[in-house]
């Protein structure tokens, strides 16, 4: 199971919301390129970049910042945060990022199905973000009234083959993943699923791998120190 760490960036800045609330913002380095290349260095081997303001405006406004993290480390970006058009998608693509992530756009039947037949599926995945089992959008600020369940079982049926999956709730929380929910998607779906929200141990990301997930994108929890980088990629290539 790969650690992900997480750059979320606003105005130029590395920071990390409480619970996807933007009023709840905290600055951990006005330099991110930096950020990512101190994760490299101690052993990640992709990095995950969240655009929040694109998140929540509904286009790409990082992109200078993206562009510097993509062009100044040496393993694969994957990007989210305003993609909701397939040539926004190119774009980020032909920016040199690995891997689009899709997120409010999820529920746009249309558009993920054009991914699915003109995008290579290793080239995007969609983000499941749930607050209280509905799925939001608008970085997190609105609820659709669907519930995660049927959303992934209508993305699989489209042929979407990764999604990520994320707690709201429990982002930034330094609290614990959603076992349950994880544990209940990994057994009704055949997808690569990748799980954010919570996580704030090396044991708890020991627990998740027992899963089989393909990855755990974690975020605060690397910039408070509570969980060391180098040491919890060693303690997943031991267990």
Request: charged share 25%; net charge negative; hydrophobic share 40%.
């Amino acid at each position: 199971m790969d650690i992900i760490p997480a750059i979320d960036i606003i105005n130029g800045s590395c920071v990390r919301l409480l619970k996807g609330d933007y009023q709840k913002q905290t600055t951990y380095s006005q330099d991110p390129v930096q950020v990512a290349s101190d994760w490299v260095a101690k052993g990640a081997n992709r990095i995950h970049i969240v655009d929040l303001e694109g998140a929540r405006l509904g286009k790409r406004i990082e992109t200078e910042s993206v562009q510097n993290i993509v062009s100044n480390v040496s393993v694969p970006v994957q990007l989210g945060g305003g993609i909701r058009s397939l040539s926004t998608v190119s774009e980020a693509i032909g920016q040199g990022v690995d891997r689009v992530m899709i997120g409010t756009a999820a529920t746009n039947k249309v558009l993920i199905k054009n991914l699915c037949q003109n995008v290579d599926t290793e080239r995007f995945l969609v983000s499941v973000d749930v607050r209280d089992d509905e799925v939001v959008v608008d970085g997190w600020t609105k609820s659709t009234g669907k519930s995660s369940l049927d959303l992934i079982a209508e993305l699989e049926s489209m042929g979407v083959r990764r999604i990520m999956y994320t707690d709201t709730n429990r982002d930034g929380t330094l609290t614990e993943p959603n076992y349950n929910a994880i544990e209940t998607i990994v057994s009704l779906y055949d997808l690569k699923i990748i799980v954010a929200g919570g996580i704030s141990t090396v044991d708890q990301l020991i627990r998740l791998s027992a899963y089989d997930i393909e990855g755990a994108v974690v975020g605060r929890a690397l910039y408070t120190g509570d969980i060391e980088l180098s040491y919890a990629i060693k303690a997943m290539q031991s267990k």
